[in-house]
């Protein structure tokens, strides 16, 4: 598996875990349709599935996973939230991304 398709995935199950946590946070707690919360457990289902993809193993693939959902729900908040990140935000999401690629894709010995 490349690093790209690896990173495909940690996006995919990435987007699959914010949106439907965000699909159960707005039936919850904005009162929106009941279909928003299944649409919402589908999805939260469906990136287990996901993660699974990974070719490392289950610890390593979910603490890079982690740094992956950092950045994703930072640019979640800024784009549907409309809440824009700071120069921090940015900087500690860089940091992050750089640690999920040396631990996912740096050479091991």
Known sequence: MTAISSLLFFVLS?????????????????????????????L????????????????????????IFIMLSILWGWRIDQVAPDRLDWFGAAVIIVGVLIMMYGPRG
């Open 14 to 42: 990435g987007l699959c875990e914010i949106g439907g946590g965000y699909l159960i946070w707005l039936w919850l707690r904005e009162g929106k349709s009941t279909w928003l919360a299944l649409v919402g457990a589908i």
């Open 44 to 67: 939260l289902t469906t990136y287990g599935f996901v993660a699974t993809l990974q070719p490392a193993n289950f610890g390593r693939a979910y603490a890079a996973y982690g740094g």
